[in-house]
């Protein structure tokens, strides 16, 4: 009964995290229709034609590297997904599609995804599991799957784009989650993200790019 009425109430907090997700998605989709528009305004309005050709090459930078961020992370993310649904299946816990799922929403959201998601798959174990140390394997092969990716491949994938400093990452993440719930949380990195390629190209912002660089 305890196993059964976890998985209803991390059903009910995967729905919510999904939502959130599609609403994320929905945010961004109409961004990039509106993008271009935005753009032609500035440009615009831009007095010298220096100014102009440095406004086009952010937003080209800003959508190349994001692009690129999104596409990656979200690859990789399904990746774990899968491994996760694989291992938990092998490790003797239910709904390996469940838990799948719930690693790769977790993993949209840096270090307090993961973080929460060993959390839960101790949980997990400990309640669905009679064997003690059996009871533990879920959350190790969890912990296993994220240091192999988010410590390893990803790092090394995204190190050319994003190189942001952890400690304000985490502030990012905690601001933008107070701020906007879970759209917050996933769009945090990328925001912080642009941020540091708008002070890397101002040059009386460089100084804060310096410091938001990892």
Not at 4 to 10: A, I, Q, V, Y
Not at 121 to 142: C, N, V
Not at 156 to 178: D, E, G, K
Request: net charge negative; with cysteine; hydrophobic share 55%.
């Amino acid at each position: 009964m305890e196993g059964t009425g976890l998985s209803e109430r991390l059903l009910a907090s995967t729905r919510y995290v999904a939502s959130g997700l599609f609403e994320t998605v929905l945010v961004l989709f109409f961004l990039l229709i509106s993008g271009e528009t935005f753009l032609r305004r500035l440009v615009e309005i831009l007095p010298r034609f220096k100014n102009k050709r440095q406004a086009v090459d952010i937003a080209n930078q800003i959508e190349s590297d994001i692009a690129g961020y999104l596409m990656t992370i979200t690859i990789m993310n399904v990746s774990v997904g899968v491994a996760t649904g694989i291992a938990v299946a092998v490790a003797g816990l239910d709904d390996p599609l469940l838990w799948g799922t719930v690693a790769f929403l977790l993993n949209y959201v840096p270090i307090l995804g993961p973080m929460i998601g060993v959390v839960l798959f101790l949980m997990a174990g400990l309640l669905s599991i009679e064997t003690l140390w059996i009871a533990f394997l879920p959350a190790a092969a969890y912990l296993a799957i994220h240091l192999i990716e988010g410590e390893t491949i990803t790092p090394l994938l995204l190190a050319r784009r994003f190189t942001i400093n952890p400690v304000l990452v985490i502030v990012s993440l905690v601001f933008w989650y107070w701020m906007w719930g879970v759209p917050g949380a996933v769009l945090a990195t990328p925001m912080l993200a642009v941020t540091k390629i708008i002070c890397d190209r101002i040059q009386s912002l460089n100084a804060f790019g310096h410091f938001i660089e990892g």
